[in-house]
Each structure stands twice: as C-alpha cells, then as structure tokens.
Nanobody
Framework: QVHLVESGGGLVQPGGSLRVSCAASGSIFSINAMGWYRRAPGEERELVASITNGGSTDYADSVKGRFTISRDAAKNTVYLQMNNLKPEDTAIYYC???????????????WGQGTQVTVSS
C-alpha cells in the first residue's frame, strides 16, 4: 500500500560524499517521522538518522558532524547527505517511514528495499 524507493547509493572512496534519497508514495495521510537505518555485514540494523514532522533530528554518534538528514514534506521524500565517508560506513541503508494512512488511524512503519553504500579505496 505504501512504497518507499531509495536511490543514490554506490561506491565512494574514503573522504568522499554521497546523498541517498527516499521517496514515499501511496496512501499516506500524515507522516510522524522519517529516518535512515543501516545494516553492515554481520551486524544488526542500527538507526543512522531520523527527522520528525516537527523537524527534530537525531543522529547516531558515529555519524554526527558528517551526516545530515533532511525532508521535503511536499514530496514525502527524505534525504541523507553523507560527507567524509569512512570504510566503516559501508552498509545497506534502509529508509523508514512512520505514518498514518487515514485520520485517527493506527501508525505504520514502512521500509524501503535498501540501497548499498560501499566506502573503499
């Protein structure tokens, strides 16, 4: 019912930059928050950054000062600008959407399929 499509991943050298995007479509009444998670090989998925409808942001300690999350509410799109990338940032990055599909309805969490980010020399 709700689709999240990520784009912008790829291969980058250490110190480089990437911006990943996530566009949400479908039956969405209101968005509570959008965010990015990542899962490195052999590790659990972790929160990278999130942004609420009110604009409050949260970042993992490992990316503070390097990553910036932003949102285009009109397009239901969230971005993650990643600067000064490090090899340890290598992971599959997943978009998350927390929202309601109708007034007064329950909240839902939707997930994208993930986009690969590889940081290597």
């Amino acid at each position: 019912q709700v689709h999240l499509v990520e784009s912008g991943g790829g291969l980058v050298q250490p110190g480089g930059s990437l911006r990943v995007s996530c566009a949400a479509s479908g039956s969405i009444f209101s968005i509570n928050a959008m965010g990015w998670y990542r899962r490195a090989p052999g590790e659990e998925r972790e929160l990278v950054a999130s942004i609420t409808n009110g604009g409050s942001t949260d970042y993992a300690d490992s990316v503070k000062g390097r990553f910036t999350i932003s949102r285009d509410a009109a397009k239901n799109t969230v971005y993650l600008q990643m600067n000064n990338l490090k090899p340890e940032d290598t992971a599959i990055y997943y978009c998350n959407l927390n929202m309601r599909r109708w007034p007064g309805g329950p909240v839902y969490n939707s997930w994208g399929q993930g986009t690969q980010v590889t940081v290597s020399s």
